[in-house]
């Protein structure tokens, strides 16, 4: 009998498939879920079978974070039951049974209750399943030692809402460049290997050729020859830049240079101020500590080069300075945060105006992301003219010269 290794997620369930046979000595296959492989070794043997071999489905992946939307509609549902006085293990079990969620959710989901059903917190459960976020786990820890479940599942509602608003925005505003992106590059690879062969027999008659035809020759002749070199080393890069990504210093110095580049620099500075600013601003309004909040939402900046700072901001907290203060010192936020926290503390209204802040920060991150589309259409446009003209002239230029030096001899 052969078995995996199936190491399960700490308070969830493998789905494994196996193979056994009956008292009968008959193969019988199919999958079933068990808490890891001893479990599901004792639920065969009473049914009447013997296992011959095992393997798990997805226990050696890491399962993936759920996404702000999926988030949201839970927060939303749970908060909205909760106010209503429902009891937590009769709202989860209502929200496992929604015929709107996937399969994957729905398992995630019952999870959780049957987490609870034991006696667990919902914090502890949803924790156990791995899919959750830090962020609204330290929210949801908040809520249950507050009693305030409900109003803090509704906050986390509304800001994985926003958070998806975000991402969307962002995604929309690079649709278009990216589409008119992969044109160009579709285009050029048409004219490359489709029609520039077809003037190799009228080159060869030439006696002599500009440099630029040469060169765009031999890449033609290169693309419709050896194009499979072109896409190994394109892979082999693409790995080797995943590879480098995960060095620490590599993707810090990376993370450095977005915030300074040209045209994305600016949006990705607003982007995560307004991201800081909307979860600093959820957890401060949760109850968290300060200095716990702002451990929280630095992991949710989604940029290293900032994140690294806050090991001096959290220094300065501690000693008793203000957050306003201690935030001047980071490289990559707008200032306007700064200065809308220090009127928060002024006035002892932080929680309402840490959330102003957030819905600044958002709509200038919308505003931000269309500046960018009205300056990269046009750039996108003027490059593939330039990319598309110098591939014309190339191929025009020596049939003019050539048509240039008949002329010329017919008139001698």
């Not at 786990?137 to 906050?155: N, P, W, Y």
């Not at 809402?161 to 929309?172: D, G, L």
Request: hydrophobic share 45%; aromatic share 6%; net charge neutral.
């Amino acid at each position: 009998m052969a078995a995996s290794d199936n190491r399960r997620p700490s308070g969830g369930h493998t789905l494994f498939r196996y193979t056994a046979k009956d008292i009968d000595g008959r193969t019988v296959r199919g999958t079933m879920e068990a808490a890891d492989y001893d479990a599901l070794y004792a639920q065969l043997l009473e049914q009447g079978l013997y296992p011959q071999h095992i393997t798990g489905r997805g226990a050696d992946r890491r399962p993936r974070t759920l996404r702000p939307q999926e988030l949201s509609d839970l927060c939303r549902q749970l908060s909205t039951l909760l106010a209503s006085g429902v009891s937590l293990v009769r709202a989860l079990t209502i929200i496992s049974r929604d015929e709107g969620i996937s399969a994957g959710l729905r398992r995630v989901y019952e999870s959780v209750l049957s987490e609870v059903r034991k006696g667990a917190s919902l914090s502890d459960a949803l924790e156990a399943q791995q899919v959750f976020p830090t962020l609204m786990l330290g929210m949801i820890r908040a809520g249950e030692g507050s009693g305030r479940l409900d109003r803090v599942a509704e906050r986390l509602a509304v800001h994985y809402e926003k958070a998806h608003q975000m991402n969307q925005q962002v995604k929309s505003a690079l649709m278009y460049p990216m589409i008119l992106a992969v044109l160009s590059v579709a285009v050029v690879i048409v004219i490359v290997t489709f029609v520039l062969p077809q003037f190799s027999d009228l080159f060869s008659t030439m006696d002599s050729l500009p440099a630029v035809t040469l060169a765009l020759m031999a890449f033609s002749d290169f693309m419709v020859t050896k194009w499979y070199l072109l896409l190994l080393g394109l892979a082999a890069l693409a790995a080797a830049l995943r590879s480098l990504l995960h060095v620490p210093s590599v993707r810090l110095a990376l993370d450095r240079c977005r915030l300074t580049m040209p045209v994305f620099g600016p949006l990705c500075r607003v982007i995560c101020t307004a991201r800081f600013a909307r979860t600093i601003s959820s957890l401060y309004a949760s109850g968290l500590p300060i200095i716990t909040a702002l451990q929280t939402a630095r992991d949710t900046i989604g940029n290293a080069y900032i994140a690294s700072q806050f090991d001096a901001v959290l220094a300065q907290v501690r000693s008793g300075v203000s957050l306003s203060a201690a935030l001047e010192s980071v490289d990559g936020f707008q200032r306007k945060l700064c200065s809308s926290i220090a009127v928060g503390e002024e006035t002892g209204q932080l929680d309402s105006m840490l959330d102003s802040i957030a819905d600044s920060m958002e709509y200038d991150a919308q505003q931000a992301s269309r500046r960018m589309m009205t300056i990269l259409e046009p750039m996108l446009i003027v490059l593939m003219a330039f990319v598309v003209g110098f591939i014309i002239i190339a191929v025009m230029s020596p049939i003019i010269g050539s048509y240039s030096a008949i002329e010329s001899s017919g008139n001698v």
